[in-house]
């Protein structure tokens, strides 16, 4: 009798189920645009452009999906679809836009994605049915619901000092491993933190400063680290995680100056 009571139930569930791994084949679209257009984290804007059609079908299939479907996939599935619409999303933007050719009075470089008006917090897109902005994904969706500040090494601003854009995309099934990559990719780049051990010297992203609560709450709970707080603290504690072999032991022992390096925020162009 048990059987006979719990088998419709499955039934019900197995079309939720199964969604997440169906929607792969939509990431796939994603995958041919990452792997045609993404060199060593540069985006070739202007062939993308010139053949948008798959970036484009990938943004719709997005904004298609069923919310009932989505809330039904596990916690790595969501994350992996959420990281993926801001990355969609943010080169829709820029392609939209492209050429950027922005003032030059202005404040950032005149390739830029701050030189298109509103780009975070006043451009729409369509995700699982509803309208967002990229900054309700990074800090409604991801930060929030997530709480994984290895997300910061994934998502991607279009910008010259932000950690590389993949060329592939994130899956639920290889998530952890391809957030862990990220991270490393991100701290190992001279041309985003600068780590000298010899020097005793760690010049950090502004990532570091601007979010760094999530970085002291996954990885500082005791809210100091290597004679470090605040945001030198979350610095610190993500290279001693991430950072190259000996970061760990170095940076723990004390000792190291930390600061912060300005932020390029030039498009992330193969072209000049």
Known sequence: ?????????????????????????????????????????????????????????YVAALGTLDPKTLEGWKREDRFAYWINAYNAFTLRAVVDHYPIEGSWFSLYPRKSIRQISGVWDKLQFTAAGAPVTLDAIEH??????????RLHAAINCASMSCPELRDEPYTGEKLDAQLTDAARRFAGSPARNAFDPAARTLSASSIFDWFAADFLAAYVPGGSFGGFTGKRAAAAAFFARFGPAGASKALGAGGFTVGFLSYDWTLNDTAP
């Not at 409604?140 to 500040?149: S, T």
């Open 1 to 57: 009798m048990t059987f006979v009571r719990t088998l419709p139930l499955l039934l019900l569930a197995m079309p939720t189920l199964l969604a997440a791994a169906d929607f792969d084949r939509s990431h796939a679209l994603f995958a041919k645009v990452l792997k045609a257009h993404v060199r060593d984290g540069l985006v070739d804007y202007s062939a993308l452009k010139a053949s948008r059609r798959t970036l484009d079908d």
């Open 140 to 149: 409604q969706i991801l930060r929030k619901q997530f709480a994984d500040p």
